[in-house]
């Protein structure tokens, strides 16, 4: 039963994800493209999830589906403020689709030669306290990139505001 | 003998003090690296006293010796250490006098910079890696800190930054060096292999038995860092365009200090030289092309600064040719009178110009009558520039050709002696048209007595040293003879002559100076000069634009994010382009049409790939990643 | 059918060539960055993958795929900045404004 709910779950999810993706890139108008966007990201956050990485799932559509999507339209609005300018053409291009899939074909390639270490999986996974452990502990060994990349987060928002405000200072 | 790490250490710190603070805080702080410098000059003469009773004895055992291990590769551990014996701490004395004297002088001439503080930060950063490069004690060491200059120099060319001329100087001086250093790596790898150690006394101390054919190699790449640091020609073009750099910062880094940390290092490896034999041949070559070329181009200036600058290149060339016949001891004595009298003439200068305000010689004329002190030093430093008796370069320049004829190289002495009549000639030159003659601006004035003080020490230096020159030359372990009558006589009788035909030329008229006919006889040769005998056309046509284009092409496998979108980026490219098109625009006909036609060809359609198209470079980019990835999967 | 790594890795390198295809293709600077949001993800959801099945103990995919969050949330927030700021400046986001790095 269990492998079963799996499994379609997983399916469910990667179509959704990848339809997503191509709603994304189909779509002529950003704004809904954006939503796409928003839709893939949702489904991902779901399949971390599936690997039973709650805290990432959260996470994922916290930053992903909230913070970032959000931004993203408002830089859309701000940005193209009449409708027409929202709408635009597809940009379909044959080199770059050609790239894309000779890229994909030699990953697919890649992975289905590759072999991965075999590891039993856990009976019971990890939970959100145990990648605290990790995170926040001295033993857990992330704790100073941990708060390295907090300081990276400061200097970018620093910089972001900067970017938009520094223009009229000058 | 503890204190020895503490003379390169202070202004280091002094740096790294005014580095986290912020304009104001900074610009108030500058008594910060002006007492460090002067904590070092005193440790400095400690030491130098320290080292002073049985001098030369002392430079196999050195009188402070410490090291420590900073890694291992292999077998070999690699060590940094300090070591001070009678050359470096010779040089330790002229890097903290002229080091203090530009300071003290600068606190008056830049006073009203509105970043005086980072000005002085970096002079702070300069002194130090200058001391600890006489100090160190392997070449890695050297290596580190000849570069630390290397970007100091970059940043105090390019220190009035808003002036596109400062900028592009600065990435010149920058790029040109670098070609050097790329020839010292080189050349240490090389070493490192030979040897397997960085340090002096294991390199030099078997330098003797190593195979002639490495021997060479090291020598000549290690000396093609030593032209590019010590602008020597080919690689001399970025000297007189550093001069954009504020004028006291020229008097410590173009004049005295960084300039000679190539001698130094010619002078530091001369056993390599030696069992070379060729690259000591070398060495003198091109210490006498670089005489006579930097005379010959400073004739021809306007500007009183880069007149300066050519003459230190042509003064460089001069310390060359003394290392080129063996004599470890007449390259460092006159890279040491020179530091002193060519920084006396650049603070000097300084004050011209601000005098003036203007460069130009042909703007200034009659200081003499309206700034006579700061006339009477220069007069002083210029004499010694010429080489006449009793100023310092006198002594140190008879040396040379004293040398040269003890070595029967008679060519290279009269070409010595040829480079100095030139010297003459330009010296005269220069004065006539600044000193003498009707003032050409009103409202001149004398310096005040914090940029007076600086130059009349060094200027006291200069007039005294000489005398001292037999003490010295014991001190450093060679003999400094009293000049020889003979190669004294004729030197002087040569520079002389030179003198004299500048006055012929500039000051016999008394002041209206018309060289419109000696300009009409010299047509050619005259406007080759000016054109800087086409070094930097030939460099811009077979280097630089090509390497711009290269540079464009490997910049397609840059997919950075966010890269392209930086508006600055484009605008900076934009500029490059421009300049490199107006370049294309009044393209000189040169010898080396032919080539260059060939390589502009080339370029042309190298230039369809790089179309603005940020997509069309990623896609390239990919394009090669999948190739990469193919390879990968497919063997691996 | 079971489920595993290389089902994730799978549908991660689809999601990831879309993204690229995007990134290749289109003409607007926002859709160029969701392009790359939307391979970000992609690298996301390899290492989680990783980290289930490679690491479980360790959770070392997971702190990985917590640090590339951080540098793609950064990374986007000063992305749009810059986009507006060129907004500012040539009153477009189309990338063909921008086409001033020919040679």
Redesign the interface.
């Known amino acids: 039963m269990g492998?079963s709910v799996?499994?379609l779950a997983?399916l469910v999810m990667?179509l959704a994800?990848?339809g997503g993706?191509?709603g994304?890139?189909t779509s002529r108008n950003?704004m809904y493209?954006?939503f796409w966007?928003l839709w893939?990201?949702l489904s991902?956050g779901g399949?971390?999830l599936l690997?039973?990485?709650e805290?990432?799932a959260l996470?994922?559509v916290m930053?992903?589906a909230g913070?970032?999507s959000v931004?993203?339209l408002f830089?859309?609005m701000?940005?193209?403020r009449r409708r027409e300018d929202a709408v635009?053409s597809l940009?379909?291009?044959p080199?770059?689709?050609l790239?894309?899939?000779?890229?994909?074909g030699?990953?697919?390639?890649?992975?289905?030669?590759a072999t991965?270490?075999e590891?039993a999986?856990?009976a019971e996974?990890?939970n959100t306290a145990?990648?605290g452990v990790?995170?926040f502990t001295m033993e857990g060994g992330?704790l100073l990139?941990?708060e390295i990349?907090?300081l990276?987060?400061l200097?970018?928002?620093v910089?972001?505001?900067?970017?938009?405000k520094?223009?009229d200072r000058r | 003998m503890t204190y020895i790490p503490a003379i390169p250490l202070l202004p280091a710190l002094a740096f790294l003090a005014l580095l986290p603070m912020s304009r104001a805080a900074r610009n108030r702080a500058i008594w910060l690296p002006l007492g460090a410098i002067a904590v070092s000059l005193v440790l400095s003469v400690m030491a130098f006293a320290a080292v002073w009773p049985g001098g030369a004895e002392k430079a196999a055992e050195p009188v402070y010796h410490e090291s420590i291990p900073i890694a291992t590769v292999g077998e070999a551990t690699i060590d940094l250490g300090l070591r001070l014996d009678p050359i470096s701490s010779a040089m330790l004395i002229v890097i903290t006098v002229v080091a203090m004297c530009v300071q003290v002088f600068s606190v008056g001439y830049m006073r009203k910079d509105p970043r005086v503080g980072w000005y002085y930060a970096v002079l702070s950063l300069f002194t130090a890696a200058m001391l600890a490069l006489v100090l160190a004690d392997n070449f890695l060491m050297l290596y580190i800190m000849w570069e630390i200059m290397g970007l100091c120099s970059y940043l105090l060319i390019g220190f009035w930054h808003e002036k596109e001329a400062s900028r592009k100087a600065a990435i010149k001086a920058f790029l040109t060096t670098r070609v050097g250093d790329i020839g010292f790596a080189i050349g240490l790898f090389v070493m490192f292999v030979t040897v397997g150690s960085f340090e002096f006394d294991a390199v030099l101390g078997s330098a003797a038995e190593w195979a002639p054919g490495v021997a060479t190699t090291v020598a000549l790449l290690l000396l093609f860092g030593a032209m590019g640091k010590s602008a020597q020609v080919p690689l001399h073009v970025w000297l007189p365009d550093a001069m954009a750099g504020p004028t006291p910062a020229s008097a410590l880094i173009h004049a005295a200090t960084m300039v000679a940390a190539g001698v130094y290092l010619v002078a530091r490896s001369m056993p390599i030289f030696e069992a070379s034999g060729v690259a000591l041949q070398v060495v003198l070559a091109v210490g006498l092309i670089t005489a006579i070329v930097g005379g010959l181009l400073a004739l021809v200036q306007h500007d009183i600064k880069k007149v300066l600058a050519y003459s230190t290149i042509s003064q460089l060339g001069y310390m060359f040719i003394g290392l080129g016949v063996g004599s470890v001891i007449a390259g460092m004595y006159h890279l040491i009178t020179h530091a002193f009298f060519k920084s006396l003439l650049f603070l000097a200068a300084g004050v011209l110009i601000h005098a003036y305000h203007n460069q130009d010689m042909r703007k200034m004329g009659g200081a003499a009558r309206a700034l006579p002190i700061t006339s009477a030093v220069f007069a002083v430093g210029s004499l010694a520039l010429a080489g006449i008796f009793p100023f310092s370069g006198f002594w140190s320049k008879d040396e040379i050709i004293l040398v040269l004829t003890k070595d029967g190289q008679y060519l290279a002495a009269a070409g010595a002696l040829f480079a100095g009549f030139i010297t003459a000639f330009y010296v005269a030159r220069l004065w006539f048209r600044v000193f003498t003659r009707k003032p050409q601006a009103e409202g001149l004035h004398e310096a005040k007595i914090g940029k007076l003080a600086p130059m009349c020490v060094l200027a006291a230096i200069t007039a005294g040293i000489g005398f001292f020159g037999p003490t010295l030359g014991y001190f450093l372990g060679h003999k400094i003879p009293w000049p020889d009558l003979v190669v004294a006589g004729v030197s002087s009788a040569v520079a002389m002559a030179g003198l004299a035909a500048g006055w012929w030329v500039y000051g016999r008229k008394g002041g209206e100076i018309d060289t419109g006919a000696v300009k009409a006889r010299l047509g050619a040769i005259y406007s080759a000069l000016v054109a800087k005998l086409y070094f930097d056309e030939m460099y811009e046509r077979l280097a630089v634009r090509p390497f711009t284009r290269a540079a464009s092409g490997l910049a397609v496998f840059d997919i950075s994010r966010i890269d392209w979108l930086v508006d600055g980026a484009a605008k900076a490219w934009g500029a490059i382009a421009r300049v490199s098109w107006r370049f294309d625009d009044r393209a000189v006909d040169g010898g080396v049409n032919g080539v260059a036609e060939a390589i502009w060809a080339f370029g042309k359609r190298a230039r369809s790939i790089q179309s603005g198209r940020i997509q069309t470079y990623q896609q390239l980019a990919l394009v090669a990643i999948v190739l990469l990835l193919v390879f990968v999967v497919v063997k691996g | 059918m079971n489920i595993g790594l290389e089902a994730f890795l799978g549908l991660s390198a689809v999601l990831f060539a879309l993204g690229l295809y995007g990134a290749l293709s289109k003409r607007s600077a926002v859709m160029v960055l969701m392009s790359l949001e939307l391979m970000a993800v992609a690298v996301g959801l390899n290492l989680v993958a990783f980290s289930r099945f490679v690491t479980p103990e360790a959770m070392t995919g997971q702190a990985f795929a917590i640090f590339a969050m951080v540098v793609s949330a950064a990374e986007i927030g000063l992305a749009l900045a810059i986009v507006i700021a060129i907004y500012r400046h040539a009153r477009s986001v189309e990338l063909s404004a921008l086409e001033r790095l020919k040679g």
């Not at chain 1, 030699?106 to 030669?113: F, P």
């Not at chain 1, 910089?159 to 938009?164: H, K």
Request: hydrophobic share 70%; aromatic share 14%; no cysteine.
């Open positions: 492998e799996n499994t997983f990667a994800a990848i993706a191509v994304m890139l950003i493209a954006a966007l893939t990201m991902v399949l971390y690997l039973s990485a805290f990432l996470i994922q930053v992903y913070a970032v931004l993203m830089v859309i701000l940005t193209l635009r940009d379909f291009s080199s770059a689709a790239l894309a899939a000779v890229f994909l030699i990953m697919y390639y890649g992975i289905s030669n991965f270490p590891v999986l856990l996974a990890p145990d990648l990790v995170l992330w990139p941990f990349s907090a990276v987060l200097a970018a928002m910089a972001a505001v900067w970017w938009t520094g223009q």
